[in-house]
């Protein structure tokens, strides 16, 4: 099971990767504008994100699952017709046979 980020976990992360991956100021300082004379930037600050392919993948195999539905649409069709014409039959014995396996199983 896929556990979420929380805001403040993907701040953090997000922090760290930003000083491992240049020195104060650099290219990878997060913000965008005009150097002035001094070297200094001005500007606003820019922040992107980008999933890998695996993550993906992943993102649009939840979507196929989320997207789909757990009612089985032919089987539900059919059993509401044989109880509306009257054929639908009910196996008692069968019922009290796996209500009992699962009450001794449990």
Same mark, same amino acid.
């Given at each position: ?44 600050? $820019? ?9 993906? $993948?992943? /993102? ?17 069709? /059919? ?25 001794? $199983?449990?």
């Amino acid at each position: 099971m896929v556990q979420p980020i929380r805001p403040q976990d993907a701040s953090g992360i997000y922090r760290r990767h930003l000083s491992d991956a240049a020195p104060a100021g650099g290219p990878a300082s997060g913000v965008d504008g005009d150097r002035s004379a001094e070297g200094v930037t001005r500007g606003r600050r $820019s922040d992107s994100v980008s999933l890998s392919a695996n993550a993906q $993948s992943i /993102r649009r195999v939840f979507d196929a699952i989320n997207g789909g539905s757990d009612v089985r649409t032919d089987l539900v069709e /059919r059993l509401q017709a044989q109880i509306a014409n009257g054929s639908y039959e009910i196996d008692a014995d069968s019922i009290a046979r796996r209500l009992l396996e699962d009450g001794l $199983s449990a």
